[in-house]
Structure formats: C-alpha cells, structure tokens
C-alpha cells in the first residue's frame, strides 16, 4: 500500500511536470529545479519524552522539481515533488535521529514584481528513518507513520527565467511516530515534524 501511494505521487508528480512544459510555450508556466537546507526538530508535547531526552534541531537538506503556473497577473499556483530530509539531534549527545521523505507541496503564490508569499498544503511519504548513535545507525522506519500531513508557509524572490531564493516553513498536522500498544491502552506519542528551510531554485521556461 505504502508502495502504491509513493508510486502515485511520483507519477502526478512526472504527470504534471510533463503537463507544465507543453502549457508553457504560452509562457505562462515554467519548470524549474531547486535545493537547499533544512533546519529540523519535533514540536509538541511529546517531542522530547518520545526520543528519551532533550530534542534539538539538526541540519539537513532538500532537492527537487516544481512547475509553477501563473492563473492571474499576481498568482500562481506551484506543486513541488521534493527529497527531504526530517528530524532531531539530542542535545548535548552524539545522537539524533533521521527522516526522510519524499514531499509533495502544493504552494499557492502571491506575486508583486518578483517577490512573492507563498502558503498550502504538503503531504510526506516516509521512505526511510535511522536512529543515529555515533557513526552507528538503527532502521525504525516502522516506529514513525508512513504518510506525514502539513502545510507551508514563507516568501522569496524568482526572476521569472534563472534564479530565485525563498525560506519556508514546513508544519506537520499529523503526528510523526505511529502509536503502538501499552497494555490495553493505545500510546500516541505528540510529536510533528518542524522545518526551516533556506533554498535557491532555478526557472526554465
């Protein structure tokens, strides 16, 4: 199923990408590429119970594609098929621990002489989780959820062929780790997802 899912993301992800190149002889739609850094950690009550101690944020980074396509003079609609990757350190340890998904947001665009703000929805699929201990790593992509909701917000600068920067947030509605049984009672730890994330983009047309 979590195979099936993954398969069909990638496939709208390929299907509108294909879709924004032929529309964009009319100038209206560009494809472009961008990569960056991402500053990580879990919020929510549980965000440092769940992990044992003290969470902090560690770094990591984020690369794909996007299509974004202009429907008004100061609007645009662009959706994003990205690596991301997710997670925490503990403070004062050489410890941490890693997601990483492949993300599809879908961020709506208001745009005024380049600059623009941008806010929508995301979805995350989990295509892998290690806890880190040293140089020593550990799968537990079966303790977390395989599908993450969020949304996103931030702002940026595009020229509307070449380069572009932006910072992002990107906020979880879904818990990060799955629940799992204590007794008779069902355990769901409150911990979402948290980045920051700086990046630069290139605009083909």
């Known amino acids: 199923m979590r ?17 924004a190149q032929y ?7 560009s494809l472009g590429i961008k990569a960056g850094a991402s500053l990580t950690n879990f919020v929510g009550d549980d ?14 980074f984020q690369a794909g594609v996007f299509a974004n396509i202009g429907f008004a003079k100061l609007f645009a609609f662009q959706p994003e098929l990205l690596y991301s990757q997710k997670g925490a350190k503990l403070k004062d340890a050489d410890a941490g ?35 880190e201990v040293g140089s020593a790593s550990l799968d537990v992509k079966s303790v977390y959820k395989a599908v993450d909701f969020g949304y996103l917000a931030g702002l940026g600068y595009q020229l509307k062929h070449g380069l572009g920067v932006g910072l992002r947030y990107n906020g979880a ?6 629940s799992y049984p204590v007794g008779s009672l069902t355990v769901q730890p409150r911990a979402r997802n948290s980045a ?3 990046y630069a983009t290139y605009s083909f047309n």
């Not at 195979?3 to 879709?19: D, E, H, R, Y």
């Not at 529309?23 to 739609?29: D, E, I, K, L």
């Not at 509605?173 to 799955?178: E, H, K, L, S």
């Open 47 to 60: 965000a440092n119970a769940f992990l044992g101690r003290n969470v902090d944020y560690r770094f990591g």
């Open 173 to 178: 509605f879904t818990n990060a780790p799955d």
């Open 23 to 29: 529309r964009g002889r009319g100038g209206n739609v």
């Open 3 to 19: 195979k099936t899912i993954l398969l069909l993301a990638l496939g709208l992800g390929v299907s509108t990408a294909a879709q």
């Open 196 to 198: 920051f994330q700086l």
């Open 97 to 131: 621990l890693r997601l990483h998904y492949i993300d599809v947001p879908l961020a709506f665009h208001v745009n005024t002489d380049g600059f623009f703000f941008e806010a929508g929805p995301q979805v995350g699929f989990l295509v892998g989780a290690k806890s």
